[in-house]
């Protein structure tokens, strides 16, 4: 398999409680190598943006709020089947049903401040690569 690229964030949840360096750990332990980061403060224009597949969704807000209310650490990973192994190192979106030693399962609050994001298809992540990073803030 080839070394493809999946986007992340490291949600507000895990900033205030200072678990960046953490949760990359965890993703670096698990294959995955930062070749773009940057800790920046969303704007609610950002985030709706963002999210705006959920616009509809009664949670929308409720994200959007939770989002822009600490600083996030947005990142570009790099690895064999990078999106799938994101995913599997995130764990379950609840956190109540993530397998042990998944980020979710160790560091997240609640299925609400579930700690992480990570793109859902290598689609996706060309999107939400864009989204945030230049090409030229992608250091491979």
């Known amino acids: ?11 507000p ?11 990359t750990k965890m ?5 995955l190598r930062v070749v773009a980061s940057k800790r ?16 509809e969704r009664p ?9 822009i209310s600490g600083p ?6 790099e690895g064999e089947g990078a999106m799938q192994r994101n995913r599997d190192i995130m764990g379950a979106t609840n956190p109540a049903n993530a397998a042990p ?3 979710r399962k160790e560091i997240a609050e609640s299925i609400e401040a579930n700690s992480v994001h990570g793109s859902d298809s290598d689609e996706n992540a060309a ?4 989204y945030f990073f230049t090409p030229e803030e992608i250091i491979g």
Not at 59 to 67: E, K, Q, Y
Not at 127 to 130: G, K, L, P, Q, R
């Open 40 to 55: 920046i403060q969303m704007t609610r224009e950002q985030a709706e943006g963002f999210y705006a597949v959920h616009r």
């Open 127 to 130: 999107i939400e690569i864009a």
């Open 27 to 31: 993703l670096e332990d698990g294959g």
């Open 13 to 23: 949840d895990a900033t205030r409680r200072n678990l960046t360096g953490a949760v």
């Open 1 to 11: 398999m080839a070394a493809t690229r999946t986007f992340s964030i490291i949600k």
């Open 59 to 67: 949670f929308f807000n409720d994200l959007v709020a939770f989002m």
């Open 101 to 103: 030693g998944t980020i």
């Open 72 to 77: 996030v650490v947005v990142q570009v990973l």
